[in-house]
């Protein structure tokens, strides 16, 4: 079983920056990737961000076009942790960001949500402008 536990989530102004984790547990040797999604209210889960995790070429990542040059995706694979740092935060960046994990075998499901078998509860973000 895996536990993917998020945290940093909070209210900024625009413009501004903060920094979210997620920490995994349990048996994750098959999370090839470990990204971040978002869903604003009353519109479908998007994905923010992806980083592959695995064996000896982890660290490729890949982004949406609407936060590429804003947002970073990092690991820390000692501490089983992947952060998403975002900067430069617009008012259309409000969601709940929620973590996920999973084996994505093709390159195009890299921000499919239903491609991640396993998520975490979530933490709001909110930009005010």
């Known amino acids: 079983q895996v536990q993917l536990v998020e945290s940093g989530g909070g209210s900024v102004q625009a413009g501004g920056s903060l920094r979210l984790s997620c920490a995994a547990s349990?048996?994750?040797?098959?999370?090839?990737?470990m990204g971040w999604f978002r869903q604003a209210p009353g519109k479908e889960r998007e994905g923010v961000a992806t980083i592959y995790t695995y064996s000896d070429t982890r660290g490729r990542t890949y982004y949406a076009d609407s936060v590429k040059g804003r947002f970073t995706i990092t690991q820390d694979s000692a501490k089983n942790t992947v952060y998403l740092q975002m900067n430069s935060l617009k008012p259309e960046d409000t969601a709940m960001y929620y973590c996920a994990g999973g084996r994505v075998d093709y390159i195009g499901d890299l921000l499919v949500a239903d491609k991640y078998t396993d998520w975490g509860q979530g933490t709001q973000v909110t930009v005010s402008s």
């Open positions: 349990g048996h994750t040797y098959y999370m090839y990737y």
